[in-house]
């Protein structure tokens, strides 16, 4: 069984910089794309960035290009989202997830992923 875990969430002023991390375990660990998704209070999930496991390809909402880098390490089965230039709108909670069948139509949608991690939280005060 899959199982994901994030870490490195925190407290940070607004302009701060952040790193989290998402490790992946099991042995049927084979991701198609590895995604970070975010819940703020009062709104929905929603997408934030995704990579394609394979080749590393990355892929942005509009509101993180430029500040945001997402990126993996395959021996270690794990995602990283580096958050730069941080604001308080980008206070929430940060989920990781991996689907092991998916298109890259569906990267956005996140009943497509399968397996999910426990949340990790960051706050940006102004």
């Known amino acids: 069984q899959v199982q994901l875990a994030e870490s490195g969430g925190g407290l940070v002023q607004a302009g701060d910089s952040l790193i989290l991390s998402c490790v992946g375990s099991?042995?049927?660990?084979?991701?198609?794309?590895m995604g970070w998704f975010r819940r703020a209070p009062g709104k929905e999930r929603e997408f934030v960035s995704a990579?394609?496991?394979?080749?590393?390809?990355?892929y942005y909402t509009d509101s993180v290009k430029g500040r945001f880098t997402i990126s993996r390490d395959k021996a270690k089965k794990a995602v990283y989202l580096q958050m730069s230039s941080l604001k308080p709108e980008d206070t929430a909670v940060y989920y990781c997830?991996?689907?092991?069948?998916?298109?890259?139509?569906?990267?956005?949608?996140?009943?497509?992923?399968?397996?999910w991690g426990q949340g990790t939280q960051v706050t940006v005060s102004s």
């Open positions: 997830a991996g689907g092991p069948r998916m298109i890259l139509s569906s990267i956005r949608d996140a009943n497509q992923y399968s397996t």
């Open positions: 099991g042995d049927s660990f084979s991701p198609r794309f």
């Open positions: 990579i394609r496991w394979s080749d590393g390809s990355p």
